[in-house]
């Protein structure tokens, strides 16, 4: 015991000295080195690298349709990024100790405590991470969830179990009036027309139970809330021409799953003469069809139930007649 503690007094005083002082100088320096290099891909990231490509977006849908979801995409793919690099650099310390100190023989390694710059850097370097994380989340989503006083387009969104209304408004809130409506039925799914490059706000309430309104290209679901809640969201611009499916992303019941819709976006003449058609009393399916569009859905389907007196009570039985 008494060999055993000398030897730690002995590497304490070797650790002390100056070189040792210059190892953590080293480290230190190292460290820094590592801080910034995360800091540049991070930057390089946030101003438009295409690095989510290559790595199928870690995760993250592709393909967006506004500028918000594009912001959203990238502060995921940077974040992905910075994560990565804090976790290479980690995994190199850990397996740097791993192999550079292990056990060689009965003498304890050096004791290092009371570092004060390494201490300082570990707990810097973590809250510096997640500062950075947080105000590039908090930009992102301030931006998203930005409305403005007078988009170009206003649509309410009903939700109720399972379908889908959508209205065309000339104005915001309650007190605005309907100009025409896309009401989905079990036989039809409910196209949402709309146009590009014009800002849109989408006003939501449900008649029941809670759904949730989310279109995968938009990378945003909001959800939509019975009694007298009235959920806003605005996108600044749908940028693509197409057909998109839209789904309730929250369980609402039995066909919670079915309950699918169409978002169709046209060019603005063609919203236009959309618009005017259904105002004009055609109804959505002929509206479609004046403006050279698909009539009905083409990237869902209605449910089927898949009940019909064949399979659902073959032999006809009474209920409760079965044993
Ligand atoms: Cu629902």
Redesign the pocket.
Known sequence: MVARSSEVRSSAVRHSASPGAGGHRRRGAGRLAGLGLGGAALLVLLTGCDVGKTFAGFGWPQGGITPESHRMYDLWIASCIAALAVGVFVWGLIFWCVIRYRKRGNALPVQTRYNMPMEFLYTIAPILVVSVLFYYTAIVQTDVDKTSKNPDVTVEVV?F??NWQFTYRDGQGRDANTVASVLGTSEVIPVLVLPTGKSIRFEEQSRDVV??FWVPELLFKRDVFPGNVRNVFEVSSLDQEGAYVGR?A?L?GTY?AF?NFELRVVSPDKYEQFLAAKKAGKSTQEALQAIGQKPYAETTEPFDTRRDKNNFNPSGETAGTRR
């Open positions: 939700a179990k399972w759904h949730s309730c929250e609402c919670h309950m």
